[in-house]
């Protein structure tokens, strides 16, 4: 399985000329990645069709890699096996490009597996402004994997053919992590759930604390894989079907006559531990996002935290991975659903620094233009507050400018108003989808209830996108967060100036700037002390810094004088799309070398000479 | 008892008087000095409570096993007690020094896992033993502790994580450093006319902070005996002391606080006591040693505090439960005037009540006890030798004193206040009040204030002196035992008011042919309620299963077969559970039922049901 979704190409059908090619032969040279060289080339005029190159290489779709060296079908989903599968193949087509790491295991023993993307090749890729991207941590929420994937992929395929792409594997470095909770996604794939089940990872929980471990999960009861509602006919019922879209329930409106015809009896399932309710202690329970320790509080303030924060292992897993890369800079969850571009604070009794809410709307802002009717938002004041997620640990422990993604928005039904609640999936499923994303309504012998009817929405149909859509969405989403990938800072010196002063002394001169939107550190960075100034150091031989210090122009109002180690400058921040004026008043005559080096923004070096005779 | 070891400078554990540039995790070997000191002379060392541990363990009441390695490769010890180990019973847990620097915690907690393997003669202690399970973790921070036993002496509570302990993105640079040689770090006093503190009117040892509504002026400021190593001008302020275990915890967590660690629960040593604590559920109160103390401070809640979203004090409904035991302990304890109890961020004790949400019961154990009033001519020897020495540079009324090097200890000691203070005004009280008891106990506890020469303070007058290490903290180890009884007292008075569940007002009745109807009373019969409300509120207890056994195939009326019961409260707190069921098989014999109710913090109980019509 696993081999036929990589091996396939999704290119689009060849071309009337190349049918005597067999479909045989075509698949044996894609299998082998080497689908030119297999193929006899005949030489022709530009505009001609040549016999034996495909269509989609001749005249290429703009925005996507021409010839991937590891084609992916994206209309779908990845397993666990098969996101091994594309990021191993990825690794070994790409060994300049594209490493994989583990962060460890998961709770069942899965791998945890990083993608850490450079161009290896230029620099120290430990030491370039880095960008986590990480998705899945809700593991129904699946098409948040997808992005996070496509963005690894989009990467390594296309830094061959795009200056973008190119100059951000020069100066950065990514690290993936395309699935947060790999369990709970393999569970979601292959066990019966819903599509908001399981949200929680896969650790054993007595959620009801009765004793006995998921002794009552929500039971599949004809057996479909899909975990739908219960009704069950009742002629003083209150709801009834929708006269459109039969497979929807909708409360009969008495006022004008109507009668119910069900009762609705809830999740499909029943009391299998005979405690008298259904469904109440299943997969794990604990929300992994409320596992994150700014801000964390218990389960009775915030529902889903576990013990205390990082209890769960794939957090600890991802968490230790991130601290041992001070180098990150930026960082993007992903989630589904609703259409959100999210920040921090999660907690109202919480605020950002004001600096870093600039930040964050100014890459906000760019946001809601590449991904129509997504919305700029905070998690506190606009959606709900949320008691230790991981984007405030991002930001408010590790200083990072984080946005969360809610993936898919109604609007993508029929481009018009968001809303209508169940009535659009509906329809949609009817107009768009024929059908292919419910359960029709079917007869079921329920323990406790006798004949009961179950049916509703898939497992895969609800929060995310069918396959048609999925490829934009990884692409949108992407896009945006690449662009706030190249707004992390990146240093440079502008200008080293070196004037004399009279007496034998010298005023040596760097400019050092950030042409980026984000500043080297963050205002929360800088308040907690989380991550050391940027350094600024001159170093030449016969030379001797009597006096440094450093402000925000060139006439040194307001400019700060560093008595300790001048020759060594610490900047306390390099700000967004900003200059810095380091000065040192030396003495001697040499060749100097000014290093600027900085963790969140990259290095530079540039000389200078001290050509000053002593009197 | 003096031993010199090699410890890798890594572990952050040295002392280094030209100070430790964060990043030299090199190699570099240095000594670290196992000279115990004076004021911890009788108090076990790791390897003797280890020994002591592994005798007790030979015990057939005893089970020890290891919660986990420390980074210095020490056993995270917990003891088992019962009657039969293998046995899961509701149970207490006693921790011994959540501050490392509190020794006296671990002490008592050794000696009451003694006194309860070997208690042959107590009929209490046999009871308890026989009905519930003691878990005692006595040290559960080793490594911090250990620190303690080394030279020079001065309180410590990390472990050996390594720690950037001002921030400055370089670690452990600028130690405390024993400046006068005598094995103490004691505290600094600088000459400074406008300075932060002044002597105390009736001993010039003792230093007062200026009040600055009297328009008083300073003479001196204070600073911990240390050189500035890294030129900032701030002393002594990174040893990198590690993490601190009762600073780690959930509630009320000081994010990037000295001692507090990366986040909440980061360490080996948290890990491990809160996962062996959420893994046994059977655990319904928690005694431990702290200076937080709870017993003679204890909460007070209001409809206020009860009723906000995230609970930080005790809710009103435990007050009453929680004070009639805390009472009788004080009255078992016998101490007077015991000091405030500091805000714990962080602590083990709080998160236990409010997030762990057990009966938390937080000991300081012992404190400096009111001396005898001295008479106004005497003086201490000390106080004429520290005055006779800076009496040259006595600029105002007096010179120094000492602030206690950690802790805020303020006994509602009288003060003696002649010469010039209010007699209103308590500055000062705690430390005379505590030059005195020492004196009057012939315990050299006290460093009588010697000018140095600092290295970093050129042309400064620079005394040092003040209170050694650990006397305010610990007491003398001749004075522990009497402090054992207490506590096990304590666990008695927990164990007679456990919470002990009842069926009562058992109907079952035959409705009709196959059709019962089966209803009681689940009554609390102890004088606990059968959870804190605390564990209502924050969902950290497993309710009451109240079951109906030996039921064929049925089908359910009302009710099912296992039902949840909540909370109940003390003496007679009740529930009443009902089934209505019909019999769908075999309906000409009665059925044999029982009625069975169990939780893990409760003893179980089973009645049969006899029915009638």
């Known amino acids: ?615 | 008892m003096r031993k010199t070891v090699g410890w890798f400078l890594g572990l952050g554990l040295l002392w280094c008087a030209g100070g430790v540039g964060g990043d030299s995790l090199s190699a570099k070997f240095q000594q670290v000095d196992e000279t115990i000191p004076a004021s911890l002379e009788g108090y076990a060392t790791y390897a003797e409570m280890d020994t002591r541990l592994k005798t007790l363990a030979e015990s057939p009441w005893a089970e020890l096993s290891s919660l986990g390695e420390t980074q210095g490769q020490r056993s995270l010890w917990l003891l088992k007690i019962s009657s039969d180990p293998q046995a899961t019973r509701p149970a207490i847990l006693v921790v011994g020094n959540v501050q490392a620097s509190h020794v006296v915690g671990r002490e008592l907690a050794l000696r009451m896992a003694e006194r309860l393997v070997n208690a042959g003669d107590s009929p209490a202690i046999e009871q308890l033993l026989a009905n519930y399970t003691v878990y005692i973790i006595p040290c559960p921070s080793p490594d911090a502790t250990e620190k303690n036993f080394t030279s020079p002496a001065r309180e410590r509570n990390g472990n050996l994580t390594r720690t950037d302990d001002d921030r400055d993105f370089e670690t452990g640079e600028d130690p405390p450093v024993d400046l006068n040689g005598d094995g103490w770090i004691t505290m600094l006093r600088i000459a400074d006319e406008f300075g932060t503190h002044r002597t105390h009117p009736s001993d010039p040892r003792v230093l007062i902070p200026i009040d600055g509504k009297k328009n008083e002026v300073g003479g001196f400021r204070l600073e911990v005996e240390s050189r500035d190593t890294d030129q900032d001008k701030s002393f002594g302020e990174d040893a990198s002391d590690g993490v601190d275990f009762n600073r780690n915890f959930t509630f009320n967590y000081p994010y990037f606080g000295k001692g507090s660690g990366p986040h909440q629960v980061s360490e080996i040593e948290t890990r491990a006591v809160a996962d062996f604590m959420f893994d046994h559920p059977n655990i319904a109160g928690v005694l431990c040693f702290t200076p937080e103390d709870n017993l003679f401070n204890t909460g007070k809640g209001s409809a206020q505090t009860d009723s906000a979203r995230i609970k930080t004090k005790i809710l009103t409904e435990d007050q009453v439960p929680m004070d009639r035991l805390a009472e009788a302990f004080r009255t078992a304890h016998g101490g007077k005037n015991a000091p405030e109890s500091p805000t714990g961020a962080g602590s083990f004790s709080e998160w236990s009540y409010l997030h762990y949400g057990r009966w938390t019961f937080a000991s300081r154990a012992w404190w400096v006890p009111t001396a005898e009033a001295p008479k106004a001519s005497e003086k201490s020897a000390e106080a004429e030798v520290a005055e006779a020495a800076s009496a040259e540079d006595k600029t105002d009324e007096g010179i120094a004193e000492a602030a206690p090097p950690q802790e805020p200890a303020k006994p509602a000691t009288e003060v003696k206040a002649d010469a010039g203070l209010a007699k209103d005004d308590k500055r000062g009280a705690t430390e005379l009040n505590a030059l005195a008891w020492f004196e009057s106990q012939g315990i050299d506890a006290f460093v009588p204030w010697q000018m140095i020469e600092h290295p970093d303070l050129p042309g400064k007058q620079v005394e040092v002196g003040g209170f050694k290490p650990f006397y305010l903290l610990n007491p003398p180890a001749a004075q522990i035992e009497p402090l054992v009884e207490p506590h096990l007292g304590l666990l008695n008075a927990m164990v007679e008011n456990w919470p002990k569940l009842a069926v009562r007002d058992l109907k079952a009745k035959r409705l009709g042919p196959g059709l019962y109807d089966i209803t009681c009373q689940i009554v609390n019969t102890g004088g606990l309620p059968t959870m804190p409300q605390m564990a209502a509120v924050n969902g950290q207890w497993h309710p009451i299963q109240v079951q109906l056994q030996g039921l064929g195939e049925v089908r359910w009326i009302q009710g099912s077969q296992r039902q949840a019961v909540g909370r109940l409260a003390e003496n007679g707190g009740k529930t009443e559970v009902r089934w209505v069921f019909q019999v769908l098989e075999g309906d000409s014999a009665e059925p044999a039922l029982k009625i069975q109710a169990v939780s893990p913090t409760l003893h179980s109980v089973e009645v049969e049901v006899v029915v009638g019509d």
């Open chain 1, 1 to 615: 399985m696993t081999h036929t979704t990589h091996m396939i190409c999704n290119f689009s059908p060849m071309r009337p000329q190349a049918k005597s090619v067999s479909m045989k032969t075509l698949f044996h040279s894609l299998i082998f990645s080497a689908a030119l060289i297999s193929f006899p080339v005949t030489k022709v005029s530009a505009v001609a069709p040549q016999a034996d190159v495909p269509a989609h290489q001749v005249y290429k779709a703009v925005g996507g890699p021409t010839q991937p060296k590891v084609p992916v079908y994206w209309n779908r989903y990845h397993d666990h096996a098969e996101i091994t599968q594309m990021l191993q193949d990825l690794a070994a087509a790409y060994p300049q490009l594209f490493k994989i790491e583990s962060a460890g295991k998961s709770t069942d023993g899965r791998e945890m597996r990083v993608a850490t993307i450079t161009n290896f090749e230029v620099g120290d890729a430990s030491r370039k402004p880095g960008f986590w991207i990480d998705g899945g941590i809700h593991a129904n929420e699946i098409q948040a994997t997808e992005v996070a994937l496509y963005t690894a992929w989009f990467l390594a395929e296309m830094h061959g053919e795009n200056k973008f792409v190119q100059e951000l594997l020069r100066d950065r470095v990514f690290y993936i992590l395309s699935d947060m909770s790999p369990d709970s996604r393999e569970a979601h794939f292959y066990e019966p759930n819903s599509t908001n089940t399981p949200r929680t990872g896969q650790r054993p929980v007595d959620d009801d604390r009765d004793g006995l471990i998921d002794e009552d999960p929500a039971n599949d009861l004809n057996g479909d894989g899909h975990i739908t509602q219960m009704r069950i006919r009742d002629p003083n019922g209150q709801f009834k079907s929708h006269p459109k879209y039969p497979n929807l329930m909708v409360r009969a409106n008495v006022e004008v006559g109507e009668k119910g015809e069900y009762t609705l009896l809830g999740m499909e399932g029943s009391d299998l531990d005979g405690d008298g309710r259904s469904n109440e202690d299943g997969d794990g329970s604990y929300d992994p996002n409320r596992d994150w320790p700014w801000k964390w509080e218990p389960r009775y303030v915030q529902n889903g935290a576990f013990r205390y924060p990082f209890s769960l292992i794939e957090n600890r897993n991802m968490a230790e991975f991130v601290k041992q890369r001070p180098n990150i800079a930026g960082a993007q969850t992903y989630h589904n659903t609703g259409g959100m571009l999210l920040r921090g604070p999660g907690s109202k009794q919480d605020a950002y620094e004001a600096g870093d809410l600039q930040v964050y709307d100014q890459i906000g802002k760019v946001g809601e233009r590449m991904l129509p009717k997504y919305r700029y938002m905070n998690v506190a004041n606009d959606l709900y507050e949320v008691w230790g997620g991981e984007i405030d640990w991002f930001h408010q422990m590790l200083g990072v400018f984080t946005f969360t993604n809610e993936l898919f928005t109604q609007y993508n039904y029929f481009h018009d108003a968001v809303g209508g609640g169940g009535e659009q999936s509906y329809e949609f499923d009817k107009l768009l989808l024929f059908g292919d994303g419910l359960v029709n309504w079917q007869e079921v012998d329920h323990p406790v209830y006798g004949k009961v009817e179950v049916g509703g929405l898939k497992k895969n149909w609800g929060r995310q996108p069918p396959g048609f859509m999925l490829q934009e969405e990884c692409h949108r989403n992407m896009a945006f967060t690449l662009y706030h990938a190249d707004q992390m800072p990146l240093v440079r010196i502008k200008e080293v100036t070196s004037k004399s002063l009279g007496n034998g002394l010298t005023e040596v001169t760097a400019i050092v700037e950030n042409t980026k939107l984000t500043p080297t550190h963050s205002a929360m960075d800088r308040k907690q002390k989380i991550t050391r100034p940027n350094l600024v150091s001159f170093k030449a031989d016969g030379v001797q810094v009597i006096m440094g210090q450093y402000g925000n122009d060139f006439l040194m109002r307001n400019a700060t004088i560093q008595d300790r180690n001048p020759d060594v400058i610490k900047l306390p921040v390099v700000g967004g799309q900003s200059l810095v004026y380091v000065r040192w008043i030396v003495t001697g005559t040499g060749q100097g070398e000014i290093v600027l080096d900085t963790i969140k923004g990259g290095q530079a070096s540039a000389t200078v000479s001290v050509a000053n005779p002593t009197p």
